[in-house]
């Protein structure tokens, strides 16, 4: 039987931990990756959160992978990373294709709303000079 979204999202969910703002940040304190999977319009329209490191989820795979001429040397297997998107759904399918790929510390914030919400520092968006 073919998976859904529904599918993907229970498993995602059931293995990568899904943390609040001052967990996260605490993380962060202790030398995590904030990462950002939205795509790059996003970031225009809505900024990111200070400290974040921006890979768009479509690009995740091939940045984690060291054997790629892609990767991203902020991604380390040892390294905890905390995953956020807008809402979430894509941070928990992000966190469990790291799993997947053997990275262990990966959690699971939530959406840039939380971050905001929680008085965490923002980066605004680029003025489009309109």
């Known amino acids: 039987m073919p998976l859904t979204v529904k599918d993907m999202m229970e498993a995602a ?52 992978d060291a054997g790629t001429p892609f990767h991203d040397s902020q991604l380390q297997k040892d390294r905890a990373i905390v995953i956020h998107c807008a809402s979430g759904g894509r941070a928990a399918l992000a966190g469990k294709l790291l799993k997947d790929m053997g990275y262990t510390q990966v959690y699971n914030m939530g959406g840039l709303k939380e971050w905001q919400e929680a008085g965490g520092p923002m980066i605004e968006p680029v003025d489009p000079g309109m």
Do not use: C, K, Y
């Open 13 to 64: 969910n059931a293995v990568v931990e899904r943390v609040d703002v001052a967990r996260a940040r605490q993380l962060m304190e202790d030398g995590a990756l904030l990462l950002d999977v939205r795509d790059a319009p996003e970031l225009e329209t809505a900024g990111r959160a200070q400290g974040s490191h921006h890979i768009p989820r479509g690009m995740l795979e091939f940045r984690a």
